[in-house]
């Protein structure tokens, strides 16, 4: 289980403080919603360490988050668009996601797994700029399978998404989650991507999270 227990935090000059709080469990999606301007990105930067509360605890299974630099966190992120490098082909992309010490054979057959999983078999070799931005969104996923890191944060990951590759990229981050055990938490402001997705739900009101 991923917490966050009171988790305050405030931008300079800001008065009122932010004060967060969350659980997340394994295999499921955690929806936060909340107004624009509401501190929702604010939240993923927290849990994420690109920024430090100055008070309050997070924790993964028990183990201590707060002491850790971003890159050293069991989390990936994942943005509304502009998650992959457009020049690199749709492997070169997913390889980026690599543990260190795995050797380039080992690389290729894991990003081809990876790409397979999430629907994009054959697109291997594709450059990312020539990708729609269903396939980026799952090129970014399957980057996520290869980091395979127990946290997903997903910051308004369907916006850029038209109805129809909305709702199929939606059911591929339920299945992933499941399968794969993530502790997924989603940024939406839309009811329905919460609706058919999340298992719990905050709201950030007044810049304090509420279960919903
Ligand atoms: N680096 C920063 N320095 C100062 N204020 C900031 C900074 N980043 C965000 N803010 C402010 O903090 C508040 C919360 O921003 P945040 O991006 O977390 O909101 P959000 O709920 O994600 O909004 P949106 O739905 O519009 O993306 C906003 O008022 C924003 O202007």
Not at 58 to 86: K, M
Not at 111 to 129: K, P, Q, R, T
């Amino acid at each position: 289980m991923l917490r966050a227990d009171d988790l305050i935090f405030a931008y300079p000059g800001q008065g009122q403080p932010y004060r967060f709080s969350l659980a997340a469990e394994p295999g499921a999606v955690t929806a936060i919603s909340g107004s624009s301007g509401s501190g929702k990105s604010t939240l993923l930067d927290l849990l994420a360490g690109f920024t430090q509360p100055s008070s309050g605890t997070l924790a993964l299974d028990g183990v201590d988050l707060l002491p850790l630099p971003p890159e050293n966190r069991p989390v990936s992120l994942l943005l509304q668009s502009d998650n992959l490098f457009e020049h690199l082909s749709a492997e070169e992309n997913v390889l980026l996601g690599l543990p260190r010490g795995t050797t380039k054979p080992q690389g290729k057959a894991q990003a081809l797994d990876a790409l397979d999983e999430v629907g994009l078999a054959g697109f291997a070799g594709n450059v990312a700029s020539t990708l729609s931005g269903g396939q980026k969104q799952r090129v970014a996923l399957a980057r996520t399978l290869l980091r395979d890191r127990p946290v997903l944060l997903l910051d308004e990951p369907f916006s850029a998404l038209d109805d129809e590759t909305r709702g199929l990229i939606r059911v591929l981050v339920g299945e992933l989650t499941q399968r794969h055990g993530w502790h997924t938490v989603l940024v939406s402001h839309h009811a329905d991507d919460i609706a058919a997705l999340a298992s719990a739900h905050y709201r950030i009101v007044d810049g304090r999270t509420e279960r919903a």
